[in-house]
């Protein structure tokens, strides 16, 4: 079977790149790129030796190639001191890297039809999801959208692995003028969509996923939730999410996700303790106390 | 370098810390569990909880700000799930416990006890007693935490070591270790996280959500330090596991030397999942630079007096001094 578990490696930076408003740096690190599957994350370790910022951070990986025996690039945009920080690495400077971390996207069997909007620079995970995707003969249409567009990630390789790739930005710089909702719903339509893909902000993540259900398709979200460790241990990064047995959890994202089924999370309560989650104040011990039977 | 909290026999001093490890299990995906002196597993509850709001964090210089609020499935299926994975990984399972009140405290004990291979159990007070006006925390109270650690004590099976876990937020934290001492206690962790907070000057409002949260990371080591110290200076015979902002091997050997026979690592797993091994090592490599060979030759060595220098070593044996009186 294959080894998921992931690895904490020390590598040097290979490239740094400025694309737009955001940074790309790869980074050897052979066992994160060969267990890497898309959808997964990896953490950085930030501020070198003795640093005085103490949680990792989680970025999205753009690609992971062969070369030099494994390297991983991600994406991110440098905002706060420890991104400031990993910006202003240079080749050779050794990273503190820890991945592949989360669930991956679910691929489909079948080569279906799917659609992938992304929201900044959360679409750079979705190429790595649409070149496998691809290879599985599904069609892939791409809606990517920004602020501006500096901040539409990725708009070249869109173009070329995609079917189609629609651009929206905030003051129609680039594209549509609009949100990448207001185009989603004519591209489902158009490509006879059999899927949606998603990453990126929570309010486009529940907006995409009501779009979604309308038509009848499953979306698989990933969230960018703030998050201390990455790994799982410190419960830091949840959000109320309904499980197969209709209870809902507090999920972690870095393990039980990022990626979700879209209708199970529970987006108008993202940022409480939803009153029916399991412990919630309250909560009362019913006959599925441990939380394993089924019904609400 | 063996190390011996109570009854508790370790083969190595450095443990993880409550809330900064889960159970285990994912931890074990970068290293091995049982080559750590001991998991201490998040705060059990005896009823799932689901926590606090998010967010729950906040970064700070040197430090972390967290309010998770104690979110966990539940002692069931603690004991159900997590439990006999980590007893079967090898790991020694220290089980960090919280409640509401006494009752539920011994409840978990009595719990706790019934199943095989818990090695010790970790009092977490720093939790709202529930009966007290403005539910203050249980730790910040003499009284209070010793009333826990007696009906932890007298619940828990005789053979299971009863870890009192205090808060540097006290005015006198010598005489809450005094208190608990008196009530039973094995011995004490120091420190759980002071409280703190940030307010967050784009949004306005403070983080973590709601208020306060506590704080961690080598921002609080000087007062772990200061806190094992003074405890060990009062009560030089009880076991202390010190905790507090440890990320290298040095960190560690500063808490021992304060008077710690263990210690724990919370935040800096964040960062570095596998820091518990490396600073194990690396706290072999200090002592071993400084010629001690056992590590309970170096806890509370700071205490010696001053003008002392060097490691003070037992003598082979004591001879007999005949002097010379016609020279
Ligand atoms: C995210 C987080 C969760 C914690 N949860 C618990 C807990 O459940 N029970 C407990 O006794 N202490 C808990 N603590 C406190 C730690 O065990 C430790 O006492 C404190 O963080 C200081 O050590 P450190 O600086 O090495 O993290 C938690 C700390 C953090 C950062
Ligand atoms: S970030 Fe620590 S549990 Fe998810």
């Known amino acids: 079977m294959r080894d998921v578990r992931p690895v904490q490696t020390r590598g040097p930076v290979l490239t740094v790149r400025r694309v737009d408003s955001y940074h790309a740096l790869s980074v050897v690190a052979p066992g994160i790129a060969e267990r890497f599957r898309p959808g997964q994350f990896v953490t950085v370790a930030v501020g070198g030796e003795r640093s005085s910022m103490v949680t990792a951070?989680?970025?999205?990986?753009?690609?992971?190639?062969?070369?030099?025996?494994?390297?991983?690039?991600?994406?991110?945009?440098?905002?706060?001191?420890?991104?400031?920080?990993?910006?202003?690495?240079?080749?050779?400077?050794?990273?503190?890297?820890?991945?592949?971390?989360?669930?991956?996207?679910?691929l489909p069997r079948d080569a279906v039809n799917c659609v992938l909007v992304g929201g900044g620079y959360g679409s750079a995970p979705l190429f790595s999801l649409a070149h496998t995707l691809r290879r599985r003969g599904c069609r892939v249409d791409f809606v990517l959208g920004a602020a501006d567009a500096g901040r539409v990630f990725g708009t070249l390789t869109a173009r070329r692995v995609a079917e189609t790739a629609t651009f929206t930005t905030g003051d129609g710089s680039l594209g549509v003028r609009g949100r990448v909702t207001d185009v989603l719903p004519q591209v489902i339509v158009d490509s006879r969509a059999d899927v949606l893909y998603a990453c990126g902000p929570m309010p486009m993540l529940r907006d995409c996923t009501a779009i979604a259900m309308k038509y009848e398709i499953p979306a698989q979200v990933a969230v960018e939730e703030s998050m201390a460790c990455g790994t799982g241990v410190c419960m830091t990064c949840v959000l109320p999410v309904i499980g197969d047995d209709g209870v809902t959890r507090m999920a972690r994202a870095c393990t039980d996700g990022p990626v979700f089924r879209g209708e199970r999370i529970r987006f108008d309560d993202v940022g409480t303790i939803p009153y029916d989650a399991l412990g919630a104040p309250g909560w009362k011990p019913g006959p599925d106390a441990a939380g394993t039977a089924r019904g609400a | 370098m063996s190390t011996a909290i109570g009854r508790l026999e370790l083969p190595n001093p450095i443990m993880t810390a409550s809330g900064c490890a889960a159970s285990g299990r994912?931890?074990?995906?970068?290293?091995?569990?049982?080559?750590?002196?001991?998991?201490?597993?998040?705060?059990?509850?005896?009823?799932?909880?689901?926590?606090?709001?998010?967010?729950?964090?906040?970064?700070?210089?040197?430090?972390?700000?967290?309010?998770?609020?104690?979110?966990?499935?539940?002692?069931?299926?603690?004991?159900?799930?997590?439990?006999?994975?980590?007893?079967?990984?090898?790991?020694?399972?220290?089980?960090?416990?919280?409640?509401?009140?006494?009752?539920?405290?011994?409840?978990?004990?009595?719990?706790?006890?019934?199943?095989?291979?818990?090695?010790?159990?970790?009092?977490?007070?720093?939790?709202?007693?529930?009966?007290?006006?403005?539910?203050?925390?249980?730790?910040?109270?003499?009284?209070?935490?010793?009333?826990?650690?007696?009906?932890?004590?007298?619940?828990?099976?005789?053979?299971?070591?009863?870890?009192?876990?205090?808060?540097?937020?006290?005015?006198?934290?010598?005489?809450?270790?005094?208190?608990?001492?008196?009530a039973g206690a094995d011995g004490l962790t120091m420190i759980n996280t002071p409280?703190?907070?940030?307010?967050?000057?784009?949004?306005?409002?403070?983080?973590?959500?709601?208020?306060?949260?506590?704080?961690?990371?080598?921002?609080?080591?000087?007062?772990?330090?200061?806190?094992?110290?003074?405890?060990?200076?009062?009560?030089?015979?009880?076991?202390?596991?010190?905790?507090?902002g440890v990320t290298s091997g040095l960190d560690a050997l500063e808490l021992v030397l304060a008077g710690a026979r263990a210690v724990q690592v919370g935040t800096a797993i964040f960062a570095d999942p596998s820091a518990p091994l490396r600073i194990l090592r690396e706290l072999e490599e200090a002592l071993d630079g400084h010629g001690i060979d056992r590590l309970s030759d170096a806890v509370g060595l700071a205490h010696r007096p001053p003008g002392t220098v060097g490691v003070m070593r037992l003598g082979e044996s004591r001879r007999r001094v005949d002097f010379d009186d016609r020279h």
């Not at chain 2, 539910?135 to 004590?153: E, L, S």
Request: with cysteine; net charge neutral.
């Open chain 1, 57 to 106: 951070r989680p970025l999205h990986v753009h690609d992971v190639k062969s070369d030099y025996g494994g390297t991983v690039e991600f994406v991110f945009e440098a905002t706060g001191p420890g991104l400031t920080w990993l910006a202003e690495r240079r080749p050779r400077d050794l990273l503190d890297v820890v991945g592949p971390l989360g669930r991956p996207f679910p």
């Open chain 2, 26 to 182: 994912e931890l074990a995906r970068f290293f091995d569990v049982s080559k750590a002196g001991a998991i201490v597993t998040k705060s059990v509850l005896l009823r799932p909880h689901a926590g606090r709001p998010t967010p729950r964090m906040a970064e700070t210089p040197s430090g972390l700000l967290n309010a998770i609020g104690l979110q966990g499935p539940g002692v069931d299926v603690f004991l159900q799930r997590d439990l006999p994975w980590l007893l079967s990984r090898g790991a020694r399972a220290v089980v960090s416990i919280a409640g509401g009140g006494d009752e539920e405290y011994a409840e978990l004990a009595i719990r706790l006890s019934e199943a095989p291979g818990v090695g010790a159990i970790e009092i977490n007070l720093s939790v709202p007693n529930v009966a007290s006006r403005g539910g203050r925390d249980f730790a910040c109270d003499a009284r209070a935490a010793a009333a826990v650690v007696n009906a932890v004590r007298s619940r828990a099976r005789y053979d299971v070591p009863v870890l009192a876990k205090l808060s540097p937020d006290v005015t006198d934290i010598v005489a809450v270790a005094h208190a608990c001492a008196d």
């Open chain 2, 195 to 244: 409280r703190g907070m940030a307010i967050d000057t784009t949004t306005l409002r403070p983080v973590p959500a709601g208020g306060p949260g506590g704080l961690s990371g080598p921002a609080v080591r000087p007062i772990a330090v200061d806190c094992v110290f003074r405890v060990h200076e009062a009560l030089p015979e009880l076991p202390i596991v010190g905790v507090g």
